[in-house]
């Protein structure tokens, strides 16, 4: 999918054809030292993307008003004793951000496990797929197995946002490349798509191992298919996060509370508000109006956030970036197959050689594209091998190659008898 990444001093965004703005990143030294003020409506904010917060405030002005005019239509105004109402008003105070910072720090926490343990098990399993098919299979004819395994990674995570949002369209995996029309048409009747697709991957993995295709196959089918179960276990995250929020009964006293509690300092304010107003105290004016301009926005701000945080799979700003994380998957797994392809000890034979001087192999070695390489003290080619402290390079020779070996080992002995003095090195 295409999208626009617009960096500006502060935030950077990406957006797609029409779709909100969101958040990709941002500078976290400029927001804390000069954004404090210069951000609080703009992109990405809570001030910005919530207008509800503000009808809100103007509930709690109109509260105050109330209070305000009730006081001030009273005999001797200035009379008035409000010290109940302090004293009530700092109660809440200090209960409210107890309350309300447990409930942002559960709200976080949950939005972090779906970004490391759901979208992040999705985004790892599919980068190691890919990465092992490239070493395992390397060769052009194991070209669309590579693919394979990245597209169906690719989808699966494009499914998970469709489902979360409740608009899943095969169409668009279809134009997107992600899945043939055949595909789609397979998914189709499936409730869980974005988890079963896991399963024609681990069903690939297991076909290729099946038919020779994986060297050391049991190890490596194991890593693999252990992969794949990593991945639905991220899909299946989602889907538990998404269908168990909170407990209502929770989030609505935390909800009650705050909105309790933004309500008694309105009525105060008002009140002391007036008593100032019939004292001539323009002292106490100033501090009640600051005191209700602040603490109900910033109350109300938090509450918006933890809202924002329960399903980052939608299109508000600061929702996860879906389309970034799709291009980046695509950008490492392409990565490693072109990285696969430029080895610097490896030729076009697939033959291992260290600073231009190719080493000998044996049959086995050149057929899987490995060799062993003994180090040999006087042989400036293998000089960094040996201050790396390491004796050998690849894996041995499997048993049942061992015979086949020991006779090409005999032959390659007696050549290096011969051969003392020009260094060569013989296996």
Request: charged content about 20%.
């Amino acid at each position: 999918c295409k999208f626009k990444v617009s960096e500006g001093f502060f935030v950077t965004l990406v957006s797609q054809q029409d779709s909100v703005p969101q958040v990709m990143g941002y500078n976290s030294k400029r927001v804390i030292n000069a954004g404090a003020f210069r951000l609080l409506f703009s992109r990405g904010c809570v001030y910005r993307m919530d207008p509800s917060i503000f009808v809100s405030f103007f509930v709690y002005l109109l509260c105050a008003s109330i209070a305000f005019a009730l006081v001030t239509s009273s005999n001797n105004p200035e009379d008035h004793n409000l010290s109940g109402m302090y004293m009530l008003v700092d109660y809440m105070n200090m209960m409210c951000p107890f309350i309300l910072g447990l409930f942002i720090a559960l709200t976080l926490d949950r939005w972090w496990k779906m970004r490391t343990d759901a979208v992040g098990a999705i985004w790892s399993s599919t980068c190691n797929l890919v990465m092992v098919l490239c070493s395992f299979l390397p060769d052009a004819r194991h070209r669309y197995f590579r693919a394979t395994a990245l597209r169906y990674g690719l989808a699966s995570m494009a499914l998970v946002t469709m489902e979360a949002r409740g608009e899943v369209t095969m169409s668009d995996l279809h134009r997107a490349g992600l899945l043939s029309e055949v595909e789609c048409k397979l998914l189709e009747p499936i409730p869980m798509r974005s988890a079963a697709i896991w399963i024609w991957t681990s069903t690939l993995l297991a076909e290729l191992a099946s038919q020779g295709h994986l060297v050391f196959a049991p190890q490596v089918l194991n890593f693999m298919q252990n992969q794949v179960a990593k991945a639905r276990d991220g899909v299946g995250q989602v889907g538990h996060y998404l269908s168990s929020p909170l407990p209502f009964a929770y989030v609505h006293l935390v909800a009650f509370i705050i909105t309790v509690n933004n309500i008694l300092v309105s009525v105060k304010c008002g009140m002391s508000l007036a008593v100032g107003v019939a004292r001539e105290n323009w002292m106490q004016v100033v501090q009640e109006i600051a005191f209700i301009s602040i603490i109900p926005l910033l109350y109300e701000g938090l509450l918006s956030i933890a809202h924002q945080l329960t399903d980052p799979f939608g299109t508000d700003p600061l929702d996860f970036p879906m389309p970034v994380y799709l291009a980046q998957i695509q950008t490492v797994s392409e990565n490693f197959m072109l990285a696969r392809d430029r080895l610097p000890f490896v030729d076009h034979d697939d033959v291992i050689h260290m600073d231009g001087e190719r080493l000998p192999t044996t049959k086995y070695e050149k057929k899987i594209g490995m060799a062993n390489l003994r180090l040999e003290r006087g042989d400036p080619s293998l000089r960094l091998l040996r201050e790396a402290g390491t004796d050998r390079v690849w894996l041995s020779h499997p048993e049942e190659d061992m015979d086949d070996d020991d006779d090409d080992d005999d032959d390659d002995d007696d050549d290096d008898d011969d051969d003392d003095d020009d260094g060569d090195v013989g296996e």
